[in-house]
């Protein structure tokens, strides 16, 4: 019998494929996925992992346990250390709200997700909540301010008046509420928070990877501009030869007009 003083302890993230979607998976259950530095170096290694692989083409992010994530280790806090990725303290919070991927994020909200657990939703793509969570940023109910991109990224994805309420009170949310905000892209049955997400993935997969990776980059870069100033233009006309003169450019219609599925090339 091995003894468990030099047993390995347990990856703070776990990664995963499943065709050509990577699953990361927070993995300190017993401390509802808190975030201390071992699991911020964790996924974001694992985040640009999966980014280098040609093969994945979409990325749910997830937690193990009944939480999502309870947000930072306040024990990690409390003894001074910091929650920051080694030698990464740019990819932000978890390793993951600041860090950059070419790749559609989806976050698979499996159970707990206040404070630092909803500004991992902010931060992803997409979002596939389980029907009986919650989101909210409670941090002024604690003295603090939701840090991890809560306040900056909340007035970007509901009302204003909306985000303000949320920030200030801190009173979480429903699921369904999220949905309804447009918070939230799918609330899933209880339990099925990563088959949902999983589904979600597998259809942005199914797409041209390069056709993909431009409009989740175009969205991003023009999300505070006008429609009216030319920079933008400039950058769509960028995008634009870039994919429209691609070998998948060239198949996608000839797979259409052949009445086959596309290979794709991501080129």
């Not at 990361?24 to 964790?42: D, E, G, K, Q």
């Not at 994530?69 to 390793?95: I, T």
């Not at 992803?124 to 301010?145: C, I, Y």
């Amino acid at each position: 019998m091995a003894d468990e003083s030099t047993t390995a302890p347990e990856p703070a993230a776990l990664y995963e494929r499943r065709g050509s979607v990577a699953i990361i998976t927070l993995n300190r259950p017993r401390a509802l996925n808190a975030v201390n530095a071992a699991l911020s170096t964790a996924v974001g290694t694992l985040l640009d992992q999966a980014d280098s692989d040609d093969e994945v083409r979409a990325i749910v992010l997830t937690g193990a346990g009944r939480a999502f994530c309870a947000g930072a280790d306040l024990k990690a806090l409390g003894s001074g250390a910091s929650l920051d990725a080694d030698g990464h303290p740019e990819w932000g919070f978890a390793g993951f709200v600041q860090h950059w991927v070419s790749k559609p994020t989806i976050a698979a909200v499996n159970g707990f997700a206040l404070g630092g657990g909803t500004e991992l939703v902010l931060a992803s793509d997409l979002a596939v909540v389980d029907e009986q969570a919650q989101l909210g940023l409670p941090e002024v109910t604690r003295g603090l301010f939701a840090a991890a991109g809560g306040v900056i990224r909340l007035q970007q994805q509901v009302p204003r008046k909306v985000a303000l309420e949320l920030a200030l009170t801190g009173a979480p949310i429903t699921a369904a509420d999220g949905l309804r905000l447009g918070l939230v892209n799918r609330v899933a049955p209880a339990g099925t928070a990563l088959e949902v997400a999983l589904e979600l993935a597998e259809s942005i997969a199914a797409n041209a990877p390069l056709a993909v990776r431009e409009s989740k980059s175009m969205i991003h870069r023009t999300a505070s501009d006008s429609d009216w100033e030319q920079d933008v233009w400039d950058r769509n006309a960028e995008a634009v030869k870039l994919v429209f003169t691609s070998a998948d450019a060239q198949e996608g219609p000839k797979a259409f007009a052949e009445k086959r599925p596309p290979v794709w090339q991501g080129r």
